[in-house]
């Protein structure tokens, strides 16, 4: 069985800066995209970033664009998340997925899910 870890989150001021990371554990699996989500508290869970695993094309939420970074990691088999300049609307779970279609930022598409991580920011 596939299961990915996050790893990472935590508590920052506005401004500040966090990176998530996300390892895959168990056995052996292929995967087309690696991708962000996160979900606020009484909001549906939302499309943040995705990587392409070959590729390495990247895609982002309008919301995060230009401060949030997605990367691969090859010696760990690993994605991360680099958010910089942080801001309170960014509070909430973060999941890690990973899927072997082609749809980056389509939650359904996913076959497999972290269990989340919790990013809080402060104002």
């Known amino acids: 069985q596939v299961q990915l870890v996050e790893s990472g989150g935590g508590l920052v001021q506005a401004g500040g800066s966090l990176r998530l990371s996300c390892a895959p554990s168990?056995?052996?699996?292929?995967?087309?995209?690696m991708g962000w989500f996160r979900q606020a508290p009484g909001k549906e869970r939302e499309f943040v970033a995705a990587?392409?695993?070959?590729?390495?094309?990247?895609y982002y939420a309008d919301s995060v664009k230009g401060r949030f970074t997605i990367s691969r990691d090859n010696a760990k088999n690993a994605v991360a998340l680099q958010m910089n300049t942080l801001k309170p609307e960014d509070t909430a779970v973060y999941y890690c997925?990973?899927?072997?279609?082609?749809?980056?930022?389509?939650?359904?598409?996913?076959?497999?899910w972290g269990q989340g991580t919790q990013v809080t920011v402060s104002s």
């Open positions: 990587i392409m695993w070959i590729a390495r094309s990247t």
């Open positions: 168990g056995r052996a699996f292929s995967t087309n995209i």
């Open positions: 997925a990973a899927s072997t279609r082609l749809s980056p930022s389509r939650a359904s598409t996913y076959e497999y």
